[in-house]
């Protein structure tokens, strides 16, 4: 059996020691959880890509063809890549109506800087 020895600590003491530990965890796995939802590079078929973007093998082939999609050749076939295709989508994103004003309320205080 164990002997413990109790002794008196300070409140404050105890509050800070445990808030640090809490803290230090929460960021462990933060960290931890960020590097699990990162996702290797997968090379995908055209009917992969399709059904990824989810739009019609035609369609692949025509965006393609404009230089639309990223795309990787070898032989007759075509590979694309989940990231670049991750990447691609995220590309047309269109901003709120919050960050346009918050871009254009920057540019003006800029610019009137730059005026002064």
Not at 9 to 38: G, W
Not at 96 to 113: M, P
């Amino acid at each position: 059996m164990h002997n413990l020895v109790f002794s008196p600590i300070d409140p404050e003491k105890l509050i800070t020691d445990i808030s640090e530990r809490v803290t230090a965890n929460i960021l462990k796995a933060v960290r931890n959880n960020t590097s699990t939802y990162e996702q290797p590079e997968q090379l995908l078929t055209i009917q992969e890509a399709a059904q990824f973007l989810n739009l019609t093998v035609p369609t692949i082939y025509s965006k393609v063809s404009k230089g639309e999609l990223p795309v990787m050749k070898r032989s007759k076939r075509l590979y694309f890549s989940s990231i670049e295709l991750i990447e691609y989508l995220k590309e047309g994103r269109k901003k709120s109506n919050s960050e346009i004003e918050q871009e254009a309320e920057a540019h003006l205080s800029k610019n009137k800087k730059g005026l002064k």
